[in-house]
């Protein structure tokens, strides 16, 4: 999992989701903008973390609370909902 580059700031965040809440664009392949990293922060449960984009390895990681999401720009990616579970997206650029 990469890291989000300490020559980017923090400027926004969604709400927290749920299974129930979680909106159907973040469960397809999609990306950030063009220089925008985001860090997926699970606070309860889990979720399943894969990346779609076809010119990277196909990667799947299960984030957990100790095990944050990191979302390079342009990189397409999706997540799964395999339970209960609370979450936060945190954008960086």
Do not use: C
């Not at 397409?76 to 395999?82: A, F, G, K, L, R």
């Amino acid at each position: 999992m990469k890291t989000i580059p300490d020559t980017v700031a923090h400027y926004k965040s969604t709400p927290v989701f749920t299974e129930e809440s979680v909106p159907a664009a973040l469960q397809r392949s999609h990306t950030t903008a063009a220089g925008v990293w985001a860090r997926i922060t699970i606070l309860e449960g889990s979720l399943l973390y894969r990346i779609t984009d076809a010119s990277q390895a196909t990667e799947e990681v299960l984030l957990t609370p100790e095990l944050p999401g990191v979302v390079e720009p342009r990189i397409e990616h999706e997540v799964n909902v395999v339970g209960p579970v609370r979450f936060q997206v945190d954008f960086h650029r």
